[in-house]
C-alpha cells in the first residue's frame, strides 16, 4: 500500500503535466481504453476460475464508482485546482469508507482506528490550513470533484472487499476497465473529437504512457491484492501518504512550495497511518479467500 501511494502521488504531478496540453476527458478515457486492452490481453490471467453467474452487475458497479465515476471526476477536479490541494483532499477516502462500513455492518469502530484516522485527519487539516486553496471559483469546483471522487472510490473499497476475497484481482480490474472503456465513451466521445492530435508533443504522450502503466495497472492490480488481507479502512487510510509524497513531488516538479507546517503534518498522518494499521492486527472482514492468488 505504501508503494500504491507512491504510485498515485506521482499521479498527481504527472497527469497536471500531461493535461496543459490533453483535455481532462481525453486524458481519462485514453488512460482507461489503453489499460482495459493491456489488463486483457497482455496481463490476461488465463488459468483463473470462471466468474460466478451472480457476479456481472456487482463488477459494472465497481467499475462505475473506483474507475468511471473516480477516474473523470479526479482528474476534471486536478485540472482546475493545485497538485497538493487534491492531495490533501483524497485524504477524505478512509472518513467515507469507515463510515460506509460501520453502516452497512462491515467492520466495528475500535477506539485505536478510530483514533489512527482522526490523528491523520488532523494532519491533513492542518496541511490544509498552512498551505492553503487559491480561493477561486475554478479551485472551488475542482475541490469538489476531488470529493466527489473521494467518495466514490471510498464506496468501492468498502462494497468490492467480499468479492477481492474470493476472486482473482487481476480478473476483476480487468473486467472493471473494460467495462468503463465502454461506459465512458460517450461521456468522453466529444472532447476527443476536438482534441488537437497532431499538435501533442512527444513529453504529453509520455506522461500519458507513464500515468497508464503506474498509477493506472499497477497500482490498481496491488490495491486489489491488498484488499485481500487488510481491512478496507486500514486499504484506505494508507491514502494518507499522498499528500506527503505529493508535496515533495510538486515542490521538484511544479515548483510548489515545501514549508514547516507541511512537514509537521506529514510527520501526523504518517503516525495516523501507524496507528489505523495497528488496529488491523486480526484476519480481513469479510469471508476468506478460497485460494490464494497473486496479481
Known sequence: MASVS?????????SKLGMHVFNPLTFA????????????????ERNAAPLAPGDGWPLVGFSILA?????????????????????????????????????????RPTATKISGIALSA??????????????????????LMIVGNSLAYALYLVFSKPAMARMSARRVIARMFAIASIVMLPIAAWPMFHEPWRAIPSGAWLSLA?????????????????????ESSVVAAYTYLQPVFAVILAAMFLQESIRPIAL????????????????AGGPPAGPPPARRQVA
Do not use: C
Not at 478515457?29 to 496481463?43: F, G, H, M, Q
Not at 488532523?122 to 475541490?143: H, N, P, R, Y
Not at 506529514?266 to 501507524?274: D, H, L, N, S, T
Open 29 to 44: 478515457y485514453v488512460r482507461v481504453l489503453v489499460a482495459a486492452i493491456i489488463l486483457n490481453t497482455v496481463l490476461r
Open 264 to 279: 509537521l503534518a506529514g510527520a501526523m498522518i504518517v503516525a495516523g497511518v501507524y496507528v489505523s494499521g495497528r488496529s
Open 122 to 143: 488532523a494532519g491533513a487539516i492542518v496541511l490544509v490550513g498552512g498551505e492553503g486553496f487559491s480561493g477561486t471559483w475554478k479551485s472551488l469546483i475542482g475541490d
Open 6 to 14: 507512491m504510485l498515485f502521488a506521482t499521479n498527481y504531478i504527472v
Open 210 to 230: 507513464f500515468v497508464i502503466a503506474g498509477p493506472t495497472i499497477a497500482a490498481y492490480l496491488m490495491n486489489a491484492w491488498a484488499l485481500k488481507y487488510a
Open 67 to 107: 474507475v468511471v465515476i473516480n477516474q473523470s471526476l479526479f482528474l476534471a477536479g486536478l485540472a482546475l485546482t493545485t497538485a497538493h490541494a487534491a492531495a490533501i483532499l483524497i485524504t477524505t477516502v478512509p472518513i467515507f469508507a469507515l463510515a460506509a462500513a460501520i453502516v452497512l455492518g462491515r467492520e
